[in-house]
């Protein structure tokens, strides 16, 4: 079955960086758009970046926009996001998506799969 497993969350102080990785298998992933969101406490699940089947075709909330960025490596069925001068409000749960033959939509619904979620705090 398809799993999507995110990893790299943690713990980092406000201006640091984090690299999260997230591992596709059950699916033929140069076929899906991939997408980063993330969902705090008490809030809706917000796109922050999203990656087309060739890479060559990103897009980003303007709030992570020259901080975030994200890329993806089809030989090794991973996309990325390295995440830059954190804030507080950064904090939150990571999840990665896919979308068949997306075209990198913003939406929740647009996606087909899930993964579980990675943690990521920004505090001192």
């Known amino acids: 079955q398809v799993q999507l497993v995110e990893s790299g969350g943690g713990l980092v102080q406000p201006g640091g960086s984090l690299r999260l990785t997230c591992a596709a298998s059950?699916?033929?992933?140069?076929?899906?758009?991939m997408g980063w969101f993330r969902q705090a406490p008490g809030k809706a699940r917000e796109f922050l970046a999203a990656i087309r089947t060739n890479g060559d075709n990103k897009y980003y909330a303007d709030s992570v926009k020259g901080r975030f960025t994200i890329s993806r490596d089809n030989a090794k069925n991973t996309v990325t996001l390295q995440m830059i001068s954190l804030k507080p409000e950064d904090t939150a749960v990571y999840y990665c998506a896919a979308d068949y033959l997306g075209w990198g939509a913003r939406t929740v619904d647009e996606y087909d799969y899930w993964g579980q979620g990675t943690q990521v705090t920004v505090s001192s």
């Open positions: 059950g699916l033929t992933f140069s076929s899906y758009t």
